[in-house]
């Protein structure tokens, strides 16, 4: 790089960033150059057009040339400024602060400054500064140039450009959701701390490699096709909007995610940013609520099918009952009469085996169907019951925006029960509150308690209760009937299983409106205490 | 069998009614067919010896329920339950509450069943007499004056005539005359009599 001053050649020096001399280059330029040339006039136009400050000063601090940009600075006439000190031009503080570099230069060693310095004029100003010793024909120091460049704006915008970033990289390393960025060929830029949690891999690791790292083969292969495809043809399948997937994990092992993405361009480039949820629990949450349903379901169709069988065993029974007490009834007046009548003796034998067959032809077919017998009864605790339920219900709960009151008596008695079918009568009532609350405008209220009623045999007692619309009373009658549903896609059988169920254990359901509105439900058990003492 | 027994069949099924009937009228008593446990409650007056046959599980009504009702209107009356068999735990309760016996229907041993119906009648028949003998007792021991009750219940304790007097505060004589007409009214004729009469009685039976 070559450069003139005004008066005379000088050659700056070169240096590096941190202000120390990297190199002196030996001039080249021809003395009689600093004559006042019209080369030398045209650089002198050039220097006083720069919108950095240039100023040349001699050994004593003195001003031997200021740039326009300077005199305007300091707000000097263009006559004014040859024969002053710098500390005069840019103010005693000023010059405390920059005379080391002054001093540096003059040394014959070129200094570079950087930072706050007062301003005569205002408020103190972020420069930046080069100082660079000017010489004579002997290569002698004989004062120094001083190029001064005013970064308060630029400061200002760097640093909010720096808290922006520190903002950015705080949410990004704090934030839940994993967020990782591909370039457009499928390869990692970046995950954050929740994204090295959720697969496994350290940023370290993972950054470079092929997303379809974090991915199983099946869907690491639909991955590719997708990018490909929205290249090709900008046809978003996945930007905007959310998609559940299936991801991998270093250690094989697959997690359930939902992943959101983003797109933008750097750089003439294509980047996507993908937000990445880890729905694994609650994806095994969901699982085990569905398994229970199932099993629910299950118990109330075997239930169904028990109950039928019963209700066939008494039916035929009866008339066996009948033809079985005739036959013996014959029996008793042919003994009566004597000996003989051996064939009709024989006969009305027969009828009474082959009666007694099918009674217990009638009768396995009822064992079998039967789940209610009591040897897979347990002892249990209502509370318990009643706080799995609503656990199991949670998310409806909370979908619905419904709110739990619950109100568990620490003394409610043990109940001997089937755990299964109790759970699965307590489900059905919290369900169908929900349900009723569901459409309800204001706050969705259910109150769940257990309590001890002592006056009664039944000792324990289960409420479910709800804010919703209650029922009329035509409906109210039909409650417990078969196939009576206020549901659009119910089959109205919940209640009507559920009440069979409870009076299987010798308890009672009753249904009623509450008087501030909604339906209260209560399941009334008897308490163990003559439960087991009957053993 | 006493020509007037009687054995009430309780079931909602006709065609069980009447085979039970039959089958039991073998053995020469007599049957009443009664087809819920409200009509049976509502009619039942024998006051010869009886028993009920009892259907458990019926519409109306439960055979549980009937029982309820007959502890507190005929309490010696017999209950012998006929059940399914699921409903055996039902009938255990029954027999806690004091039923005679229970059966399986349909295939219930004729024997068994019938013999059960002659204790069963038995045990009403000593129960009524036990019960009517009772009464009179009662009914002899409510003619006593205080005072007549008060001497009686001190011979009973085997005190003397003297020891009476002292503890009534009343004269020996007096005694005498109130122990003669205990005697009288109780139709006894020694105090043997009286203290063996006076244990068939509820109140000398504790």
């Known amino acids: 790089m070559e450069f003139k001053g005004y008066t005379r050649t000088v050659v700056p020096q070169q240096v590096d960033c941190k202000g120390a001399p990297v190199a002196i280059a030996p001039g080249n330029s021809d003395p009689s150059d600093h004559l006042r040339s019209p080369r030398e006039t045209s650089l002198g136009t050039l220097i006083d057009s720069l919108q950095e400050l240039v100023a040349h000063l001699d050994h004593f601090y003195q001003v031997r040339f200021l740039n326009r940009a300077c005199r305007d600075w300091f707000g000097l006439e263009p006559e004014a400024q040859v024969g002053r000190t710098i500390a005069e031009v840019i103010g005693d503080e000023a010059f405390a602060v920059l005379k080391p570099c002054f001093d540096q230069a003059l040394a014959g060693e070129a200094t570079r400054f950087c930072g706050d310095v007062p301003y005569r004029l205002g408020r103190p100003r972020f420069i930046h500064g080069t100082y660079l010793p000017s010489r004579d024909q002997n290569g002698e120091v004989d004062g120094l140039y001083l190029l001064s460049v005013d970064l308060t704006d630029h400061n200002v915008l760097r640093r909010r450009l720096a808290t922006e970033t520190t903002r950015a990289r705080t949410v990004l390393r704090n934030a839940i959701d994993g967020i990782i960025t591909i370039d457009d060929s499928g390869r990692i830029q970046s995950l954050n701390p929740a994204a090295e949690r959720i697969f496994g891999y350290s940023a370290a690791e993972a950054v470079g ?125 042919v003994d009566a009469a004597g000996t003989g009548q051996e064939p009709l003796r024989g006969a009305l034998r027969e009828i009474v085996q082959q009666s007694g067959r099918a009674s217990r032809i009638v009768d396995g077919l009822r064992h079998f169907l039967q789940v209610g017998s009591n040897e897979s009864w347990t002892l249990e605790n209502p509370n318990e019951l009643v706080e799995e339920m609503l656990d199991l219900l949670a998310h409806e709960i909370h979908r619905s925006r419904v709110r739990v009151e619950l109100d568990l008596a620490a003394d409610v008695p043990m109940v001997h029960v089937d755990r299964t079918q109790i759970e699965q009568v307590i489900f059905n009532l919290v369900k169908n509150a929900v349900d009723a609350l569901a459409a309800m405008p204001g706050e969705r209220v259910l109150a769940a308690c257990t309590r001890v009623a002592s006056a009664s045999a039944l000792a324990c007692r289960i409420e479910i209760a709800d804010t919703g619309p209650g029922v009329g009373a035509e409906q109210m009658r039909r409650l417990f009937e078969p196939f009576f549903t206020t549901k659009i896609d119910g089959l109205g059988q919940g209640l009507r299983i559920a009440r069979s169920i409870v009076e299987d254990h010798g308890g009672e359901l009753l249904a009623e409106n509450r008087d501030t509105g909604g339906m209260r439900f209560s399941i009334l058990l008897p308490a163990t205490t003559d439960a087991t003492t009957d053993e | 069998m006493s020509e007037s027994s009687v054995v009430a069949i309780v079931d909602d099924d006709a065609a069980v009614r009447r085979a039970l009937g039959l089958l039991v009228e073998s053995i020469g008593v007599v049957t009443r067919g009664y087809s819920s446990g409200t009509e049976f409650l509502e009619q039942w007056d024998s006051t010869t010896p009886a028993c009920v046959l009892l259907d458990i599980r019926m519409p109306d009504i439960s055979g549980l329920d009937v029982q309820d009702r007959l502890l507190e209107e005929h309490p010696d009356l017999p209950i012998i339950f006929l059940t399914s068999h699921g409903d055996v735990q039902v009938a255990v309760q029954a027999l806690k509450k004091g039923a005679f016996d229970f059966f399986e229907k349909p295939g219930f041993n004729r024997e068994a069943l019938l013999a059960c119906i002659q204790r069963a009648l038995r045990l009403h028949g000593e129960r009524t007499r036990r019960r009517a003998h009772r009464d009179e007792i009662g009914a002899r021991l409510e003619r006593l004056s205080k005072r007549e009750r008060e001497v009686m219940e001190g011979v009973i304790a085997g005190y003397s005539n003297k020891r009476i007097a002292n503890d009534l505060g009343i004269s020996e004589r007096t005694v005498e005359v109130h122990r003669s007409h205990v005697m009288d009214k109780l139709e006894v004729h020694s105090v043997v009599e009286l203290v063996r009469l006076y244990q068939e009685t509820d109140s000398g039976n504790h």
């Open chain 1, 209 to 333: 490699r092929d997303v379809s790292l974090l991915m199983t083969a099946y869907q690491g292969a639909d991955h590719k096709e997708y990018v490909r495809r929205y290249l090709d043809t900008g046809e978003a399948r996945i930007i905007g909007m959310r998609r559940e997937l299936v991801g991998q994990h270093r250690d094989g092992s697959t997690i359930d995610i939902e992943l959101a993405v983003a797109e933008f361009l750097d750089g003439g480039r294509r980047y996507f940013t993908g937000f990445i949820r880890d729905v694994t629990d609650r994806k095994r949450a969901e699982a085990l609520a569905r398994e229970r349903l199932d099993e629910l379901a299950h118990v109330a169709r075997q239930h169904s099918m028990g109950e039928l069988a019963t209700g066939l065993a008494h039916e035929v029974n009866q008339p066996l009952t009948a033809i079985h007490a005739n036959a013996e009834a014959c029996l008793a007046m």
